[in-house]
């Protein structure tokens, strides 16, 4: 059984480029965002996270932008590999409750 | 690390029957654990939130009676999905956390197919 919902948009990049995922959220309330990578068949995985008193943070490869005005967040993956495809999830956790966002998914071409 | 593992990772059943599905944290006590469900190509969906000890708090629009979830011990939450049906068949994911500082350890999921 599938529902009827929105599927994920896709996004494609060749092996070397730098990769950009975008976000909205609409919970104005959120403080708390993070980004999971999840894998055909498993659980997502933690990449990085950010909280609302910061705009950017980095990580080894990975960058969290985040606009509160326009309610916004990004994830930028910088020298995308062929290990890098996935689908790309945003997740908010107002009050402690995990929600995720309409993900996107990434197909590196080598 | 944080550890959740997630129990059966597929199953089949028939169509009438339940199924249980468990999800254990390994390594540290889960205050809290999130149930989601997951169609094909599309985002995890949340269905409830259960804090040990106490009644599950479900998502609008999420059965209770068909979605029991317990939540006995700071270790060990099950989902049983009651008298199933094909439009049941997805994949139902876990996550457990102390708290939102210690952050959110998922498990591997579980292929529900319901024949």
């Given at each position: 059984?599938?529902?009827v919902?929105?599927?994920?948009?896709?996004l494609?990049?060749?092996?070397?480029?730098?990769?950009?995922?975008?976000?909205?959220?609409?919970?104005?309330?959120?403080?708390?965002?993070?980004?999971?990578?999840?894998?055909?068949?498993?659980?997502p995985?933690?990449?990085?996270?950010?909280?609302?008193?910061?705009?950017?943070?980095?990580?080894?490869?990975?960058?969290?932008?985040?606009?509160?005005?326009?309610?916004?967040?990004?994830?930028q993956i910088?020298?995308?590999?062929?290990?890098?495809?996935?689908?790309?999830?945003?997740?908010?956790?107002?009050?402690?409750?995990?929600?995720?966002g309409?993900?996107?998914?990434?197909?590196?071409?080598? | 690390?944080?550890?959740?593992s997630?129990?059966?990772?597929?199953?089949?059943?028939?169509?009438?029957?339940?199924?249980?599905?468990?999800?254990?944290?390994?390594?540290?006590?889960a205050?809290?654990?999130?149930?989601?469900?997951?169609?094909?190509?599309?985002?995890?969906?949340?269905?409830?939130?259960?804090?040990?000890?106490?009644?599950?708090?479900?998502?609008?629009?999420?059965?209770?009676?068909?979605?029991?979830?317990?939540?006995?011990s700071?270790?060990?939450?099950?989902?049983?999905v009651?008298?199933?049906?094909?439009?049941?068949?997805?994949?139902?994911i876990?996550?457990?956390?102390?708290d939102?500082?210690?952050?959110?350890?998922?498990?591997?999921?579980?292929?529900?197919?319901?024949?």
């Amino acid at each position: 059984g599938e529902s009827v919902g929105l599927h994920l948009p896709t996004l494609s990049v060749q092996e070397g480029d730098n990769s950009i995922i975008n976000c909205a959220y609409s919970n104005s309330a959120s403080d708390y965002f993070i980004w999971y990578k999840q894998e055909s068949g498993k659980g997502p995985q933690f990449i990085i996270d950010i909280r609302s008193n910061m705009d950017k943070r980095q990580g080894q490869r990975v960058t969290v932008l985040l606009n509160k005005t326009v309610k916004h967040l990004s994830l930028q993956i910088a020298a995308t590999q062929p290990g890098d495809s996935a689908v790309y999830f945003c997740a908010e956790a107002p009050g402690g409750k995990l929600t995720f966002g309409q993900g996107t998914i990434l197909t590196v071409h080598p | 690390g944080a550890v959740v593992s997630q129990h059966p990772s597929r199953v089949i059943c028939k169509s009438g029957t339940s199924v249980k599905i468990e999800c254990r944290s390994l390594d540290f006590q889960a205050t809290t654990m999130f149930w989601y469900r997951q169609f094909p190509k599309q985002s995890l969906m949340l269905m409830a939130t259960s804090n040990e000890g106490s009644k599950a708090t479900y998502e609008q629009g999420v059965e209770k009676d068909k979605f029991l979830i317990n939540h006995a011990s700071l270790t060990l939450s099950t989902l049983t999905v009651t008298s199933a049906h094909p439009e049941d068949s997805s994949f139902y994911i876990c996550s457990a956390t102390l708290d939102r500082d210690y952050g959110y350890t998922f498990g591997s999921g579980t292929r529900l197919t319901v024949v």
